[in-house]
């Protein structure tokens, strides 16, 4: 064929057929295949020679597994499942590593990743605590694994300490695994919050019950504060205004254990009123003949106000104290008006006619110097008041009421001057005098009439007591 050309046809025909050719020798090596991916199932069509080389696309890890294993040679229609391995993150301490395992236990897996536990660490998984027996059986791959370390741990208890090993994370948990009962008002320091350290030293100060008469009630509660205001804050129990405690708020707690009260106290005001008398005014009456009198003005009480501050405890009241007072109501004095106008009057005697300016009524007894009470070898024995010596004719008189040296007539006695006072002659009462030889009783009700003339207007009494 050298030295003869092609024909035309011949050069366009070769390059179509050598396509054809290619194309028939691909589709002999293509083989179509199931992927499955977990949960997923995917067809692919792949031209891989094995089984490896057909799920590289699929993001191999090292640690994930192929079944038929990767080396197997491609076959149409066969079923390739990958299995991957899970990624666990591991925390132990400032240690913080990442594995992939395909391990169901999470024994196995630790143990894959190095890690060896005491008896006393603790596991958790995703933040749940395991118990130790739990850890070899199967289950869900965590993602997260964290090893709490047991470290030593001291606790004060009062005068009880206790040292362990604890795993807990924080002071809360490990009372809790120590087994310890608080009560919510113990004190517990470092705070039940606080992380556990190692060689930490827990401090319970426990709360002592306490109980409060409040409102009609009695509360209990448990304490660990030191005074009484200390620990009726932390029971809620609020003492406001006049409220008070006993014992005081200052006061530590009783130690007997006794009840801390608390009183209620409140103030309240009052107002009262109270009758204020009126008072006896006298006035002169010129028009009125003396030892006379008229109703010049009626009187009329008024009122005095106070007001008064009431104190109730506990609901009872227990005292009134006078705050202040005020006249509410002046009185109205009663006015008597009484005569100031002398009458000479003339009476018969039977020494014969005597004028006089007043006339009293009053209570008559007798005495003479014997009678008197007065020891014979006494100095002033038988002498009046003026230092007379007493006889007939002398009287003694209530001084108010009759001024001494005043003449008198008194009806079945006679003419008396007034010489003398004593102890139980008051007001309108006269004793009439006598010598001891001539000595008469008397005991009656007498008029005694003062002789004119009358004294000067400023020595005159004008209202008798």
Do not use: C
Request: hydrophobic share 40%; charged share 15%.
């Amino acid at each position: 064929m050298s030295g003869y050309p092609l024909p035309r046809w011949l050069i366009l025909i070769l390059p179509l057929g050598l396509i054809v050719a290619a194309l028939a020798g691909l589709a002999l090596t293509q083989k179509t295949v199931t992927l499955a991916d977990g949960g997923q199932t995917t067809t692919l069509t792949t031209s891989a020679a094995t089984v490896g080389e057909a799920v590289t696309a699929s993001g191999l890890a090292p640690e994930d597994l192929l079944q038929p294993p990767a080396e197997t040679p491609i076959q149409s229609g066969m079923t390739i499942t990958l299995i991957r391995a899970l990624p666990v993150e591991i925390v132990d301490g400032d240690d913080v590593i990442t594995i992939r395992t395909h391990q169901k236990k999470i024994a196995a897996i630790l143990v894959e990743a190095g890690r060896t536990l005491s008896p006393d660490d603790a596991v958790y998984a995703d933040g749940e605590r395991l118990a130790l027996d739990v850890l070899t059986n199967p289950g869900p791959v965590p993602h997260a694994i964290l090893i709490q370390r047991a470290v030593p741990v001291t606790i004060v208890d009062g005068q009880n300490t206790v040292s362990l090993h604890t795993a807990a994370r924080t002071v809360g948990e490990a009372l809790h695994d120590s087994g310890l009962t608080l009560f919510p008002a113990d004190t517990v320091t470092p705070t039940l919050a606080s992380p556990i350290a190692p060689n930490m030293t827990v401090t319970i100060t426990r709360s002592q019950p306490v109980a409060i008469e409040v409102d009609g009630m009695i509360l209990t509660a448990r304490t660990s504060r030191a005074t009484v205001a200390e620990a009726l804050a932390e029971a809620g129990v609020a003492v406001v205004g006049l409220d008070y405690t006993l014992p005081s708020l200052t006061d530590p707690l009783p130690a007997d254990g006794s009840p801390i009260r608390v009183v209620r106290v409140l103030e309240q005001f009052l107002t009262e009123e109270s009758p204020l008398p009126y008072d006896t005014q006298f006035q002169a009456a010129p028009d009125l003949e003396i030892d006379n009198s008229k109703l010049i003005q009626a009187g009329a009480n008024g009122a005095t106000a106070s007001r008064i501050r009431l104190r109730y405890e506990d609901g009872l009241e227990v005292s009134r104290t006078p705050e202040d007072q005020w006249i509410a109501a002046a009185p109205q004095p009663r006015i008597v008006g009484y005569g100031t106008q002398i009458i000479l009057r003339a009476m018969d005697t039977p020494t014969g006619p005597v004028e006089y300016w007043r006339a009293i009524r009053m209570y008559a007894a007798s005495y003479s110097a014997s009678r008197a009470g007065t020891p014979r070898t006494a100095p002033n024995y038988g002498r009046t008041r003026s230092g007379k010596l007493l006889t007939i004719g002398m009287v003694a008189v209530d001084p108010r009421l009759i001024p001494l040296g005043t003449r008198l007539y008194i009806p079945g006695y006679g003419f008396a001057t007034a010489e003398d006072t004593g102890g139980g002659v008051k007001g309108a009462m006269i004793d009439l005098g006598y010598d001891d030889w001539n000595y008469v009783s008397w005991h009656n009700d007498v008029t005694v009439y003062v002789l004119a003339p009358a004294p000067p207007a400023d020595q005159i009494r004008w209202v008798l007591p």
